[in-house]
Nanobody
């Protein structure tokens, strides 16, 4: 099975930046898709961005032009660079990975979440 560990959350002022990281570990043959989701207090979880093994990227409309997702395949790590942060970006951010294991089974894993707070 795949384990995911997120890091990089914290408190930032509006207009500031943060960079989130998510490192995957386990008996991974290939990580097919990695992505970031977020859940604000009292709100439903929503997709932020995804990136496939081929480099295909999708963003939520609310973050286009401000957030950038990337991955380092050698390190099994995905990043989310968040610029021009707004108070409405405040949420717990969760990393997700869908991977093929060496056993040829698949794993759809979630991290524990990292809190991003945007406030003056």
């Amino acid at each position: 099975q795949v384990q995911l560990v997120e890091s990089g959350g914290g408190l930032v002022q509006p207009g500031g930046s943060l960079r989130l990281s998510c490192a995957a570990s386990g008996s991974i043959f290939r990580i097919n898709t990695m992505g970031w989701y977020r859940q604000a207090p009292g709100k439903e979880r929503e997709l932020v961005a995804t990136i496939t093994s081929a480099g295909t990227i999708s963003y939520a409309d609310s973050v286009k032009g401000r957030f950038t997702i990337s991955r380092d395949n050698a390190k099994n790590t995905v990043y989310l660079q968040m610029n021009s942060l707004k108070p409405e970006d405040t949420a717990v951010y969760y990393c997700n990975a869908e991977a093929t294991l060496w056993s040829r089974s698949t794993s759809d894993a979630w991290g524990q979440g990292t809190l991003v707070t945007v406030s003056s």
